[in-house]
């Protein structure tokens, strides 16, 4: 994946708060970016599926993303867009290799459901080559959106480097 205009401007949408972002650096698959607003850093990584398959209407973008937040203590969150709303949160999942981890959902967003998940899960992204989020969209059709892992560590590495997390 290329960091393209569409995707830079996607990420200033997402931060617009912020007094500005700096792409750290395209890896593979994954975009690391910084964004500064009221001397607070923020560093986050994002990827798209590389492969989505079931949902049938209309879907906005997806993405997963791994979030740093030093100076709120927030650090390592998981975090994924869905694109279509979400109508069984309970049977959202992001599976690495064979380990399943269960997800949280409110609309078109999902994340993990504590900080020891979003720990497990980082390191199995980590270990693993792809990544599989299965949930179910409106029409209750069961939605697969495939993740390549491939550039996660170089750019989860960027990040921790850039928001100085151990």
């Not at 007094?19 to 990584?45: H, L, P, Q």
């Not at 949902?55 to 390592?76: C, I």
């Not at 497990?120 to 989020?133: D, K, N, P, W």
Request: charged content about 20%; some cysteine.
């Amino acid at each position: 994946m290329r960091a393209t205009l569409p995707t830079i401007f996607l990420f200033a949408l997402l931060t617009a708060q912020t007094a500005f972002a700096d792409v750290i650096g395209v890896y593979r698959d994954w975009v690391a970016v910084t964004s500064t607003s009221d001397n607070e850093k923020t560093c986050m990584i994002w990827s798209q599926p590389k492969q989505s398959e079931g949902y049938k209407g209309k879907r906005g973008e997806a993405f997963a993303f791994v979030t740093h937040q030093p100076a709120d203590k927030r650090l390592n969150r998981v975090s994924f867009e869905t694109g279509y709303k979400i109508t069984k949160p309970k049977a959202l999942q992001a599976t690495v290799r064979d380990e399943v981890f269960k997800l949280s959902a409110s609309g078109t967003g999902a994340w993990t459901r504590s900080s020891a998940d979003d720990t497990a899960l980082i390191e199995a992204m980590r270990a693993g080559s792809t990544m599989t989020v299965t949930g179910n969209g409106p029409g209750g059709e069961t939605v697969k959106d495939s993740y390549s892992l491939y550039g996660f560590t170089a750019a989860y590495n960027a990040i921790s480097a850039a928001c100085k997390v151990r």
